[in-house]
């Protein structure tokens, strides 16, 4: 069955420093990849996706993932975090059929 | 219109009452979505409606119907509910090609 990864449950940044969100794929064939982002109590804000093409791919809010076939990786990366950058971030796939399928989440901490 | 407007924002309904979710979007897709969503966890996803008929419900008790008038409206009917059914309940919309999910900013249902 298909399936989404995200092995961090809870992440803590400095603001102005880096962030890297790990998400893993199963499943033998390349699937369309997403990451969301939901502020508490809201409804998820698309931030990219990758079907094909280019591995990299540029989101809104400076957000930046990149499709690892290799490591069946999709892992979202921002160069500098801002306090408004703090929320719950998934991963989600869809293999081909109606069927987006989300990971457990990543919640994000941002600290001064 | 790029949105999902989902209606009411909040909902609070005794066990033996009956009420309804409504979803609009005009953005011509013709998949629509019902997910449920608990508090720290991911959306789950409910039913799926492609071209007004029903393709996936994916074992939901029965106590939740959904129906799709149009291929812009989507509503759930809600009667008989659990304490255990209070959660934020999503709707999203897609092209058939699963190349993109918009989602509402849902509904959030206590049961009382």
């Known amino acids: 069955a298909q399936s989404v990864t995200q092995p961090d449950i809870h992440i803590t940044v400095s603001e102005g420093a880096s962030l890297e969100l790990r998400c893993n794929y199963s499943?033998?064939?390349?699937?369309?990849l997403f990451w969301y982002v939901q502020s508490p109590g809201q409804g998820l804000q698309l931030l990219l996706k990758?079907?094909?093409?280019?591995?990299l791919v540029q989101g809104i809010k400076g957000f930046e993932a990149e499709f690892k076939r290799s490591q069946s990786s999709f892992n979202l990366r921002k160069p500098s975090v801002h306090w408004s950058d703090a929320a719950e971030y998934f991963c989600?796939?869809?293999?081909?059929?109606?069927?987006?399928?989300f990971g457990t989440g990543t919640r994000l901490t941002i600290i001064p | 219109d790029t949105e999902v407007t989902q209606t009411p924002k909040h909902l609070v309904m005794g066990m033996t009452n009956k009420k309804s979710l409504k979803c609009e979007q005009h953005m011509g897709h013709r998949a629509m979505y019902w997910y449920k969503q608990k508090a720290k966890k991911p959306p789950e996803l409910m039913f799926v409606?492609?071209?007004?008929?029903?393709?996936i419900n994916e074992s939901v008790p029965s106590r939740f119907s959904p129906e799709c008038p149009n291929s812009s409206l989507l509503n759930l009917h809600l009667h008989a509910l659990q304490p255990e059914d209070s959660a934020l309940y999503l709707c999203?919309?897609?092209?058939?090609?699963?190349?993109?999910?918009?989602f509402g900013s849902g509904t959030r249902l206590t049961v009382v």
């Open positions: 999203a919309s897609s092209p058939t090609n699963g190349q993109g999910y918009t």
């Open positions: 499943y033998g064939a390349t699937p369309y």
């Open positions: 409606y492609s071209y007004e008929k029903l393709s």
């Open positions: 989600a796939v869809v293999y081909g059929n109606e069927k987006l399928t």
């Open positions: 990758y079907f094909s093409g280019d591995t």
